[in-house]
């Protein structure tokens, strides 16, 4: 880990960015959970019914330019050069408001993002996005928050864009029962791994890039409210991110690769127990989780997690990385197979415009 926190770096010239009313710009990578999120008990805080725990991923960035405009009277968003609108626009719009009322500033936004992972389709998107939006928004507007706030704020956002603004592995603590200010209390924080022992890596098979049918908001709240094996699943993963920190801490990749496999089909089979079912999984999705068995059973370390959409996510050892996404690529026709390592925390970049 860095001597200095990446959230913290982000924002050592917010003051002077903002004074000189350039905006910012920041960065961030999205992660995958390994022990996931799903379901929110708090729709207004996003503020879940399980902690989590993830790994920060070193590609698909996205890149977010916040640029403030006193004399606009509505603000304007666009992603990869398209104007926003419907629900993606509320949602930005709204985190814009909550970063207006923090700062005491109402200026209107200019928001330009950028992402390099496909949105929607079970990728993460909502977490780099929301994490880039927050650190680039916070500068612009001349907050001056430190990680654990900054977090708490992406949450607001994005429940896992918390977990984004750190990098490698991060836990998003889930607010106590009955504390006086869960909002204060659910936040993300760095999980310390010796990543030179574990040397973990993610072959992502991007099966389906487009996006999903059933958004996960709306498959999060369906499943909350009709299945009825939500409840043993919240129990089961909260043991679940006991072991897993445990094994992390041992370096264990093997126990990591179990609890992560068993907690992901675990997510997916409350989904399919919801009435009416909510479905991601496809038959390409089932052909990964196939071959991942027929790995392991070759004597390969290699564990399956799927978020909410049909793409396969699959930890290996870094040295075995190559092999696994040979066995992926032949084993299904993915739009694409990439290999990923943990990456760095959300931060700020020079804007050059």
Same mark, same amino acid.
């Given at each position: 880990?860095?001597?200095?926190?990446?959230?913290?770096?982000?924002?050592?010239?917010?003051? @002077?960015?903002?004074?000189?009313?350039?905006?910012?710009? /920041?960065? /961030?990578?999205?992660?995958?959970?390994?022990?996931?999120?799903?379901?929110?008990?708090?729709?207004?805080?996003?503020?879940?019914?399980?902690?989590?725990?993830?790994?920060?991923?070193?590609?698909?960035?996205?890149?977010?330019?916040?640029?403030?405009?006193?004399?606009?009277?509505?603000?304007?968003?666009?992603?990869?050069?398209?104007?926003?609108?419907?629900?993606?626009?509320?949602?930005?719009?709204?985190?814009?408001?909550?970063?207006?009322?923090?700062?005491?500033?109402?200026?209107?936004?200019?928001?330009?993002?950028?992402?390099?992972?496909?949105?929607?389709?079970?990728?993460?998107?909502?977490?780099?996005?929301?994490?880039?939006?927050?650190?680039?928004?916070?500068?612009?507007?001349?907050?001056?928050?430190?990680?654990?706030?900054?977090?708490?704020?992406?949450?607001?956002?994005?429940?896992?864009?918390?977990?984004?603004?750190?990098?490698?592995?991060?836990?998003?603590?889930?607010?106590?029962?009955?504390?006086? @200010?869960?909002?204060?209390?659910?936040?993300?924080?760095?999980?310390?791994?010796?990543?030179?022992?574990?040397?973990?890596?993610?072959?992502?098979?991007?099966?389906?890039?487009?996006?999903?049918?059933?958004?996960?908001?709306?498959?999060?709240?369906?499943?909350?409210?009709?299945?009825?094996?939500?409840?043993?699943?919240?129990?089961?993963?909260?043991?679940?991110?006991?072991?897993?920190?445990?094994?992390?801490?041992?370096?264990?990749?093997?126990?990591?690769?179990?609890?992560?496999?068993?907690?992901?089909?675990?997510?997916?089979?409350?989904?399919?127990?919801?009435?009416?079912?909510?479905?991601?999984?496809?038959?390409?999705?089932?052909?990964?989780?196939?071959?991942?068995?027929?790995?392991?059973?070759?004597?390969?370390?290699?564990?399956?997690?799927?978020?909410?959409?049909?793409?396969?996510?699959?930890?290996?050892?870094?040295?075995?990385?190559?092999?696994?996404?040979?066995?992926?690529?032949?084993?299904?026709?993915?739009?694409?197979?990439?290999?990923?390592?943990?990456?760095?925390?959300?931060?700020?970049?020079?804007?050059?415009?």
């Amino acid at each position: 880990m860095s001597a200095e926190d990446p959230a913290t770096a982000a924002h050592r010239t917010t003051e @002077d960015r903002s004074e000189a009313g350039e905006g910012a710009v /920041a960065l /961030a990578y999205p992660n995958i959970a390994l022990v996931k999120y799903w379901g929110k008990r708090d729709e207004r805080l996003v503020l879940p019914w399980t902690s989590s725990l993830s790994m920060t991923l070193d590609t698909f960035p996205t890149t977010t330019r916040v640029r403030l405009t006193p004399r606009h009277r509505q603000d304007t968003v666009t992603l990869n050069g398209k104007p926003l609108d419907g629900e993606p626009l509320r949602r930005v719009v709204a985190f814009l408001d909550l970063v207006r009322e923090t700062s005491g500033r109402p200026a209107r936004a200019v928001v330009e993002s950028h992402n390099t992972v496909p949105t929607g389709a079970g990728l993460a998107s909502s977490a780099s996005g929301f994490a880039a939006l927050a650190t680039a928004a916070c500068a612009a507007y001349g907050l001056h928050l430190d990680a654990r706030a900054l977090s708490r704020l992406a949450r607001r956002g994005s429940g896992s864009a918390a977990r984004s603004v750190f990098g490698a592995f991060a836990v998003w603590h889930a607010a106590r029962t009955g504390h006086q @200010d869960p909002d204060l209390d659910s936040f993300a924080e760095p999980v310390p791994v010796r990543l030179d022992v574990l040397d973990p890596a993610l072959v992502i098979a991007v099966v389906d890039p487009r996006p999903k049918p059933v958004s996960s908001r709306e498959a999060m709240q369906h499943t909350v409210n009709t299945s009825p094996l939500f409840r043993a699943w919240v129990a089961s993963s909260r043991a679940d991110l006991a072991e897993m920190r445990a094994a992390l801490h041992g370096c264990d990749l093997d126990a990591v690769g179990e609890i992560a496999e068993r907690n992901a089909l675990g997510m997916h089979a409350v989904m399919l127990a919801a009435r009416p079912a909510v479905r991601y999984l496809s038959p390409a999705s089932l052909t990964v989780l196939d071959a991942v068995l027929e790995l392991r059973r070759d004597g390969v370390s290699a564990w399956a997690t799927m978020d909410a959409g049909p793409n396969v996510k699959v930890l290996c050892h870094r040295a075995e990385a190559g092999r696994v996404a040979g066995v992926v690529r032949a084993a299904v026709t993915a739009d694409s197979v990439h290999v990923a390592g943990p990456g760095p925390g959300a931060r700020l970049l020079e804007d050059s415009s």
